[in-house]
């Protein structure tokens, strides 16, 4: 279960980065105590959580992007967000 | 010629930086040197800049502004800034007693991501008593109650030993009282001072046991409101803690004097000599300090490390504990089951833990500073 629905403005909150690792070649969540190695298809969806856009909103966009039915990339997408909220590293 | 080379160790994840040894607690788990570097001996605030900037090139995200006490030094804004604008995640170590709103307000508006708050007990007498310090309990909640108004993270460090173990449940309701998003349950580790204080320190091995279940259960009930990690007290453990991620492999510390260490507790070992980031950069230390190849990877190992299926998992433990327990710092750390070592440690642990309260040595800067 999990509490996020398509009205819900996803967000990284205060003291969680999305970073561009140079030297390693990769996007990196940096969080306290806590480095996240993100592929680039989650820091797509990340770059998006940005407390502006809604979940619906986010999903059209991605499935306009990678040309996938939304409902595909709902799921996906869902499931990615409740895990990183699990870990208190996304605020909805 | 250099063809015969080692290969360039992969860069460092984390740098911790020793910014004095200057503390306005007591407190006897302390696991820094006994002998502690003098506030002359500091190196300034643009040689830190520059290690930040070095530290970044070479691959480190997080940075760990720590001490001693980090806000002992009137330029923590300073340096806060000056490694925000490297590139780092810098996370304050604090005991958060010593802290007023404006010069915090200067540290958060300079960049940082992250504050660390030790506790010592979960109640005032508790607290104040471990802290060494009288009014150290409500200062601490005030500086929480910063961090949170501030919307910064707040992780809450609760340092473990006997006098408080029995404490696991409320520091864990502190916790969430205080905004916390993450709590360390960290069992005292012993080196340095507290190594010196170790039989006054030391919790009997069924309540470690009691602990870790209580932690296990809150983590479960807690989730996606707390983060709680834990730190168990490895001479009871079965394998040891990977030191530092393994030697000169995730982490690189720097002492108030700007030697580069692999660990903070690198320079009990004798015959290693550790450069100093004033006459070098961090990335020749890192690949070029002889004291930092000495125990990196798996080369240097002996039995049973060397044949062990789990030797990149531990890296072989801990050098300085193996140094200091059994007396040869490449031998396998006495934490781990198999070492011939494990039996003598954990039954000395456990002589310690039920012998009665041996007096306990507070710590006190302007006594053990070296001369």
């Known amino acids: 279960m999990t509490d996020m629905d398509s009205r819900s403005r996803p967000r990284l909150p205060r003291g969680v980065k999305l ?4 030297v390693r070649g990769r996007w990196t969540l940096l969080a306290p105590e ?12 990340l770059q998006l959580c940005d ?7 986010i999903v059209a ?29 996304l605020e909805t | 010629m250099t063809a015969h080379a080692p290969p360039s160790p992969a860069p460092p994840i984390g740098v911790l930086v020793e910014l004095t040894h200057r503390c306005p607690l007591g407190c006897p788990y302390c696991s820094n040197p006994v002998s502690l570097e003098r506030p002359a001996a500091e190196l300034g605030t643009q040689t830190w800049t520059r290690i930040f ?27 806060v800034r000056g490694a925000a604008q490297a590139g ?26 992250h504050a660390q708050l030790s506790f010592q007990g979960a109640d005032q007498a508790t607290n104040d008593r471990l802290a060494h310090y009288d009014s150290a309990w409500e200062r601490k909640r005030a500086f929480a109650a910063m961090v949170t108004n501030a919307g910064l ?64 259960g809150a983590r479960t009930r807690l989730k996606g409101r707390l983060v709680i990690d834990m730190v168990i007290p490895d001479y009871y453990a079965r394998y ?70 789990r030797r990149e998992i531990d890296w072989g433990g801990c050098r300085c504990q193996a140094l200091a327990l059994v007396g040869a710092a490449a031998a396998t750390d006495p934490a781990c089951h198999k070492s011939p070592h494990h039996a003598r440690i954990a039954a000395t642990a456990a002589a310690e833990a039920e012998a009665d309260a041996s007096a306990i040595r507070w710590r006190s800067y302007k006594d053990k500073v070296e001369a």
């Not at chain 2, 997080?62 to 923590?76: F, K, M, N, Q, W």
């Open chain 1, 51 to 57: 407390g502006e856009r809604d979940l619906a909103a």
């Open chain 2, 53 to 79: 900037t070095e530290a970044a090139a070479l691959g480190a995200l997080h940075v760990h502004l720590s001490g001693g006490e980090p806000t002992a030094r009137r330029d923590i804004a300073e340096i």
């Open chain 2, 240 to 309: 040891p803690k990977p030191c530092a991620g393994g030697w000169g492999r995730m982490a690189i510390n720097v002492s108030p004097s700007g030697k580069a260490l692999p660990c903070h507790a690198a320079e009990s070992i004798p015959g290693l000599e550790f450069w100093n980031v004033r006459e070098r950069s961090l990335a020749e230390i890192w690949r070029d300090n002889p004291a930092f190849q000495a125990f990196r990877g798996t080369d240097w190992m002996q039995e049973p490390c060397r044949s062990c299926e």
């Open chain 1, 19 to 22: 970073r561009h690792d140079d």
């Open chain 2, 88 to 113: 780092l995640y810098t996370n304050l170590i604090t005991s958060g007693v010593g802290l007023s709103e404006k010069r915090w307000s200067a540290i958060v508006e300079a960049g940082l991501d």
């Open chain 1, 61 to 89: 966009e991605l499935a306009q992007r990678y040309n996938a039915p939304e409902a595909v990339i709902e799921k996906d997408v869902v499931a990615m967000l409740a895990d990183l909220k699990a870990k208190r590293v």
């Open chain 1, 34 to 45: 806590r480095i996240f190695a993100v592929d680039a298809t989650a820091a797509t969806v």
């Open chain 2, 153 to 216: 993270p707040l992780t809450i460090n609760a340092v473990i030993s006997r006098g408080n173990l029995h404490q696991v449940g409320a520091f864990i309701d502190l916790a969430v009282e205080l905004g916390a998003r993450r709590l360390e349950v960290a069992h005292t580790q012993y080196y340095g001072w507290a190594l010196a204080n170790r039989a006054a320190l030391m919790p009997p091995r069924k309540e470690v046991e009691e602990s870790i279940a209580l932690v296990e």
